[in-house]
């Protein structure tokens, strides 16, 4: 994709660069991905033991996306991981950075697989 921006003096700049977009199923890997990447830190508790859980969940929702479930998807990402980072309640994850990103990762991808 080019990109040209020209100013109200006339002057102007144009930029190439690549978008990539992932499907839900690539989103949510990437999401798992990044939850495993956390530093122990960003967990309160047993970060092993909340990472492999939260592993779990992610390999059901494969399952749910496979079969075309996609309200139960929505679900259970919304119910059973944003909701041990959205800042209510007893969170897993408790860095604020990781908890805004993992919220609005979430919420972007609930969002496409809504339209599906």
Same mark, same amino acid.
């Given at each position: 994709?080019?990109? +040209?921006v020209t100013?109200?003096?006339?002057g102007?700049?144009?930029?190439s660069f690549?978008?990539h977009v992932?499907d839900?199923?690539?989103?949510k890997?990437?999401?798992?991905?990044?939850i495993a990447?956390?530093?122990?830190?960003?967990?309160?508790? %047993?970060?092993?033991? =909340?990472k492999n859980?939260?592993?779990?969940?992610?390999r059901a929702l494969?399952?749910?996306?496979e +079969?075309?479930?996609? %309200?139960g998807?929505?679900?259970?990402? =919304?119910?059973n991981? =944003?909701?041990?980072?959205?800042?209510?309640?007893?969170?897993w994850?408790?860095?604020?950075?990781?908890?805004q990103?993992?919220r609005?990762?979430?919420?972007?991808? +609930?969002?496409?697989?809504?339209?599906?």
């Amino acid at each position: 994709m080019i990109v +040209t921006v020209t100013d109200d003096d006339g002057g102007s700049g144009s930029a190439s660069f690549t978008v990539h977009v992932a499907d839900a199923a690539e989103a949510k890997h990437d999401l798992a991905g990044y939850i495993a990447a956390l530093p122990d830190s960003a967990f309160k508790g %047993q970060a092993a033991q =909340r990472k492999n859980a939260l592993d779990n969940m992610f390999r059901a929702l494969d399952k749910k996306l496979e +079969t075309g479930a996609y %309200q139960g998807f929505i679900q259970d990402l =919304r119910n059973n991981v =944003r909701s041990k980072a959205d800042g209510i309640g007893e969170d897993w994850i408790t860095d604020p950075i990781a908890q805004q990103d993992i919220r609005q990762k979430i919420d972007d991808i +609930t969002a496409y697989v809504a339209t599906l």
